[in-house]
C-alpha cells in the first residue's frame, strides 16, 4: 500500500491560476548537496555618497545631464530607453505569417528612492517608503493618461545578482503602447474568473460591481488558514504578504490588499498607503535578515495598465493591484536558483515547499540585522 501523501516529502504540481501554469515541487531534493557556482554576497558597506555614481544628488549622468540635489526622490527619463516616444515607424510587411513585427512606442523612466546612496528599501523609514509609493501614484497617472500608453510597468531590480547596474536605491517605470505578455495573460485569468458569479465565497471581497475576484478570494483563504500551517509572512490593517501556493521562486512574495478590492494604485487612500509603505519595509527587513545580507530580488507592481477614464466601461475593471517580488537566492546568501535544463524544456520547478518558505521568513526579526 502507498504511503499517504505528504507534501513535505512528495513530489507533486501545484496550478498557478494567474498565469494557467503548474509548478513542479521537489521537496525531497533540498537536502541535495551544493558544488555548482557561488555569487559574491551584496555590498553592505556603502557610503553614503558615490563621487562616481550617476544617481547621487549633483552628480553629472553618461547623457551628460546633471541630477538634482534631491533631498528624497528623483524622476528623470531612462538614458538608456528600452522602448522610444511616438511617433513611431510603421511596421514592415511579414515576410511570412510567422514572422510578424509589431512596432512599439512609450518611455522609460529612473525613479531615484532616496538621496543615499546606501539605503535600500529594507533600510528607510516607512516615511520615506511613503514618498516612493507617491512617486508610483504620480508617475503612473503622469504616462498612464499619455495618449497611445496602454500600459505602465513600475518594477524595481535590487542587486547585482538581478542585473541592477547601480547599487544606488531605484526603480524604474516602462510605458508601452501594448500590453506585455505576463500582465495580459493574468488579466484575462481574473477576468475568466470574474465571468464566473458561483466561484467566490459570500465573505471575500468583490470586484467594483459585485463580480468575483480571483486574488480577493485567494487571500481571504489564505488568512483563514492557521498562521503557522500556513503561507502568510506578514499582513497589517489593509496588506497581506505571502508565499504563494503556486510560487516558482525558493523565497517569492505576493503583497495585496486584503480589506478590499483595488483595482490600482490611483485607487489608494491616504491610510492604505502609510499601510502599504509599513509592510514593504517589514518584507524587505526579513528578506534582508533571511541570510543577513542584502536580499537580492526583482519587484514589480501588477494592476489596472493605465487609470480608468472617466464613465468607462472597460475589461480592466477586473484588475485587482498586487506586488511579486521575484528573489533568486536558494539556501544562502551566495547560492541562487538558476533557471535552466528542465525548467527552461518544461515547466517550472522549486526544492522548498512555499510552506517552509513562508516559515522560514515568518522566524526572521523584524528588526533589521544591521543594527
Known sequence: MADAFDPTTHPHRRFNPLTNEHVLVSPHRTKRPWLGQ???????????????????????????????????????????????????????????????????????????????????????????????????????????????IKYVQIFENKGAMMGCSNPHPHGQVWSLSEVPTIPSIELASLKRYASNPDVSSSEAPRGPNGEPCLL????????????DEGRIVVQNEHWVALVPWWATWPFEILVLPHHCHIPSLAHLTPEEKTSFAQI????????????????????????????????????????????????????????????????????????????????????????????
Not at 529612473?110 to 511613503?130: G, M, S
Not at 535578515?289 to 537580492?296: E, I, Q, T, V, W
Not at 518544461?346 to 522566524?363: F, G, M, S, V, Y
Open 216 to 227: 480577493c478570494e485567494y487571500v481571504h483563504y489564505e488568512r483563514s488558514v492557521p498562521q
Open 280 to 371: 514593504l519595509s517589514a518584507m524587505t527587513i526579513r528578506y534582508d535578515n533571511l541570510f543577513s545580507s542584502s536580499f537580492a530580488y526583482s519587484m514589480g507592481i501588477h494592476q489596472r495598465p493605465v487609470p480608468a477614464k472617466e464613465g468607462a466601461d472597460d475589461e480592466d475593471d477586473v484588475a485587482h493591484l498586487h506586488l511579486h517580488f521575484f528573489p533568486p537566492l536558494l539556501r544562502s546568501a551566495s547560492v541562487k536558483k538558476f533557471i535552466v535544463g528542465f525548467e527552461l524544456m518544461a515547466e517550472a520547478q522549486r526544492d522548498l515547499t512555499p510552506e517552509q518558505a513562508a516559515q522560514k521568513l515568518r522566524a526572521c526579526s523584524d528588526v533589521h540585522y544591521s543594527t
Open 38 to 148: 557561488t555569487e559574491a554576497p551584496q555590498p553592505t558597506n556603502l557610503p553614503q555618497y558615490d563621487p562616481a555614481c550617476y544617481l547621487c544628488p549633483g552628480n553629472s549622468r553618461s547623457s551628460g545631464d546633471k541630477n538634482d540635489t534631491y533631498d528624497h526622490t528623483m524622476v528623470f527619463r531612462n538614458d538608456f530607453a528600452a522602448v522610444l516616444p511616438p511617433p513611431g515607424p510603421l511596421g514592415p510587411a511579414a515576410p511570412h505569417p510567422l514572422l510578424a513585427t509589431q512596432p512599439v512606442q512609450g518611455d522609460c523612466d529612473v525613479i531615484i528612492f532616496h538621496p543615499r546612496h546606501d539605503l535600500t528599501l529594507a533600510h528607510l523609514p516607512a516615511e520615506d517608503i511613503e514618498k516612493i509609493i507617491e512617486e508610483w501614484v504620480s508617475i503612473y497617472h503622469k504616462r498612464g493618461t499619455q495618449e497611445g
